[in-house]
């Protein structure tokens, strides 16, 4: 039995995964926002202590950047944790067991691929739409880490290189910068979206900045309203899928994958996003290898995280090398 651990800029979820990929239990807590190093880890430990007797190893994934695979985190969305040593940290707590950590959207990728939409591709990228725009790389059947371990950061491919909005990671025209939820959202509210769900309504002298202290006010309250027809909605909807569409495209061109899958809360969008997307991927992937691509939403939902953290340890050598140990 493997506990999986899933760390974001959102919510931090843990769980016990059988070797057949299924999670047996799990819990979920949200990331404190602006906390400081040690209320973090702390949030983390409450969270997996009920579960830490029947674990057998430790999967992690995370937000990145992050030194790989010593396991040193620098998550561009939970501020702060800045080389923060997380995989030694659980070494300590769990000694004499295995801990591997990596990626949190690359283990979504190895999850599609393991036990999801990705079943049976050799070639694809796994990416998640949500509080950041990440991507996992499988190429050859084996996950790609790169040197650094950072390999699949599509997220900071460049779509707009002039003019287009300043990223968290220091440049401008990222595609995380225009795709991700916060950044969607905040998009939206300036162009007058009015969202569905807030608790209370908001004079337009207070301005669209207003909304953003409502929880209502989230990527997958942007995508729901964009399916249920609101046109501001629709219209970032529409933003975010040609970005995401002009960088699968670049992806494609790199690596001649064969599938890409989206997960996160904005996939949830459904036609409104894929629809765009699909047209901007039309519209750049004109090399005859690159229109065999195939862009699906992907299979696993919520428990993705905890799968992929999981498939570190069960699936062989597919995913970790047995060097990096």
């Not at 996992?136 to 040197?147: A, Q």
């Not at 529409?238 to 899958?261: K, P």
Request: net charge negative; aromatic share 4%; with cysteine.
């Amino acid at each position: 039995m493997i506990l999986a651990i899933d760390v974001g800029g959102t919510k931090m979820a843990a769980g016990l995964v059988a070797p057949d990929g299924t999670v047996i239990t799990s819990r979920r807590a949200a990331t404190p926002q602006n906390a400081d190093a040690e209320t973090l880890w702390h949030t983390l430990t409450t969270l997996i202590d009920p579960l830490s007797a029947r674990a057998e190893g430790v999967g992690v994934g995370c937000g990145g950047p992050m030194t790989w695979p010593d396991g040193e985190v620098s998550p561009l969305n939970i501020p702060g944790w800045r080389g923060f040593p997380l995989r030694a940290r659980l070494t300590g707590r769990f000694p004499g067991l295995p801990v591997r950590l990596h990626n949190d959207a690359i283990c979504l990728a190895v999850a599609e691929h393991w036990r999801g939409a990705g079943q049976g591709s050799a070639d694809m990228l796994g990416m998640v739409v949500s509080t950041g725009v990440g991507g996992g790389l499988i190429l050859g059947g084996r996950l790609v880490n790169g040197g650094t371990g950072n390999a699949g950061h599509i997220g900071h491919v460049v779509v707009e290189p002039d003019g287009g909005p300043r990223c968290g990671c220091g440049g401008h025209g990222c595609l995380e910068a225009i795709a991700r939820g916060p950044a969607l959202t905040t998009w939206a509210l300036a162009q007058g979206w009015t969202p569905a769900a807030v608790s209370e309504p908001v004079e337009a002298s207070e301005g669209p900045e207003a909304y953003l202290e409502d929880r209502a006010v989230t990527g997958r309250a942007l995508a729901a309203d964009a399916l249920a027809g609101d046109p501001v909605a629709v219209l970032a909807m529409r933003r975010a899928g040609r970005a995401l569409g002009i960088a699968i495209a670049s992806a494609t061109h790199l690596c001649d994958l064969d599938l890409v899958t989206i997960g996160g809360g904005l996939s949830q969008a459904g036609e409104p996003l894929f629809g765009p997307l699909e047209e901007a991927l039309r519209d750049h992937a004109r090399m005859g290898f690159a229109r065999r691509l195939k862009v699906v939403p992907a299979a696993l939902g919520q428990e993705a995280g905890l799968v992929g953290a999981a498939a570190l340890l069960l699936a062989g050598d597919a995913y970790w090398p047995s060097t990096r140990d």
